[in-house]
């Protein structure tokens, strides 16, 4: 079942030592760029066929893990853009996130479940979620993991070590696709609500909204600053989570989707699908520090940003 390869693909430059970086799936483009956020370009590059959208970052292992959304097939490259591993998992394959300890999360959007997958990209588990469950994501502390159950209107809280359901919570809005944990609350985007849902991953109940642009996508937060990418607006809502009262608004490039934090914090990077560009956002003074000109149709949805470490 398991396919593993040590098969160069087509590399650029192979970044050197420690810094700052991104991996940005092109979904029109079938490629993944590796972007240096420090010297602010693409310095690696593979072609991943069957249109590579989601992807998740595991930087303590030098390890990215991208799905091909018309196919389902997992390929694992490591930070030269070499492929190591490579998995069908289903057509349906859709949201992957890195598991405590090494492995991802992934939801099956027609099969409705959540897999865990071990380093071995063996299954560990299989749970039930709501109806096509969207974007994953996994608590700082690596106990909770949560699905976005686009159709259920939904999200599912499991166990992230056994796969026990311990809650169900219903969204302020419909659609819920991409989601993050912070600062002990689960924050999703609803993208036919246009808000943020704020939920109470242990109580399990919403305790918040946060109003947005027009179908907004994904959630990241920076210097003490919530973000969200508005697709339809092209532009990032800016939000305090505290208070969850606006305090600003980025335009950004056409149809923002991916969006994550530096490794610093002090800024966000934005994918922007229809422009063809990555763009870097300074955090404190909302302006835009770089763009970054990548393959056609970027995506980059979950966590694809991250610090190299020196190996």
């Not at 109580?203 to 919530?226: C, D, E, K, N, Q």
């Not at 990548?294 to 470490?309: E, N, S, Y």
């Amino acid at each position: 079942m398991l396919a593993r390869a040590l098969v160069g693909l087509l590399a650029l430059t192979s970044p050197a030592g420690a810094g700052d970086i991104a991996f940005v799936t092109s979904q029109n483009g079938n490629a993944v760029s590796i972007l240096d956020l420090d010297r602010q370009r693409i310095v690696a590059s593979a072609r991943i066929e069957g249109a590579p959208a989601p992807v998740a970052y595991d930087s303590a292992r030098g390890l990215a893990y991208v799905i091909a959304a018309e196919t389902g097939r997992l390929s694992v490259l490591d930070e030269a853009a070499r492929l190591v591993a490579k998995a069908d998992l289903g057509e349906g394959a859709f949201g992957v996130a890195v598991a405590p300890g090494g492995g991802i999360f992934v939801t099956d959007w027609f099969g409705d479940r959540l897999t865990r997958l071990d380093a071995g990209l063996a299954p560990l588990w299989s749970a039930a979620t709501g109806d096509a469950p969207a974007g994953v994501a996994v608590s700082p502390d690596g106990v909770l993991v949560a699905t976005a159950d686009r159709d259920a209107n939904a999200v599912s809280i499991f166990d992230a070590m056994t796969g026990r359901l311990l809650r169900r919570v219903r969204t302020a809005g419909e659609h819920p696709f991409g989601l993050t944990f912070h600062d002990g609350r689960l924050w999703t985007a609803d993208v036919q609500g246009n808000r943020v849902s704020v939920i109470d991953p242990i109580a399990g109940r919403l305790i918040g909204a946060v109003p947005t642009g027009s179908h907004p996508y994904a959630v990241a937060f920076a210097a003490g600053r919530g973000f969200v990418t508005n697709q339809y607006a092209g532009t990032l809502t800016v939000f305090d989570p505290r208070t969850l009262e606006i305090t600003g608004e980025v335009v950004t490039g056409d149809y923002p989707e991916g969006i994550a934090a530096l490794p610093d914090g002090s800024g966000v990077v934005v994918a922007n699908w229809d422009s063809d560009s990555v763009q870097i956002i300074d955090a404190a003074s909302l302006s835009v520090r770089a763009a970054i000109e990548v393959p056609a149709g970027p995506r980059a949805f979950g966590q694809f940003t991250g610090r190299q470490v020196p190996r």
